[in-house]
């Protein structure tokens, strides 16, 4: 199976839309729209829930899913604050080897 996601910040919903699509081996298809439902519970009642939120059936298609998830994210331009922090640091050490040739080619 070939899974895509397509996200886009769409004005329409006031946020952000997730479309997932693919192609298995019976055609392409589309996965239609779910509902996510809120549900308050006690701690206690939350450390008896024994169903994940979401389950792949096939081993495998967990990892592709998130893994389109992740690459479609990046496409609109979310990083994890990990990936900033190293932005960071590499325009730091952009700055401080521009200074440092600076210094070096003075002659």
């Known amino acids: 199976m070939e899974l895509k996601v397509h996200i886009e910040h769409d004005p329409r919903f006031r946020g952000?839309?997730?479309?997932?699509?693919?192609k298995d081996k019976d055609g392409e298809f589309v996965i239609e729209?779910?509902?996510?439902?809120?549900?308050?519970?006690?701690m206690e009642e939350i450390s008896q829930v024994?169903?994940?939120t979401f389950i792949f059936d096939k081993r495998g298609e967990g990892e592709q899913?998130?893994?389109e998830f992740a690459?479609?994210?990046?496409?609109?331009?979310?990083?994890?604050?990990?990936?900033?922090?190293?932005?960071?640091e590499i325009t730091a050490m952009k700055y401080h080897l521009e200074d440092m040739r600076k210094l070096a080619f003075k002659h």
Do not use: W
């Open 50 to 52: 024994n169903r994940p």
């Open 71 to 88: 690459q479609a994210l990046v496409r609109i331009g979310f990083k994890p604050d990990e990936l900033k922090a190293k932005d960071s």
């Open 33 to 42: 729209p779910m509902e996510f439902v809120l549900h308050h519970l006690t």
């Open 65 to 67: 899913f998130l893994q």
């Open 16 to 22: 952000t839309a997730i479309y997932l699509y693919g």
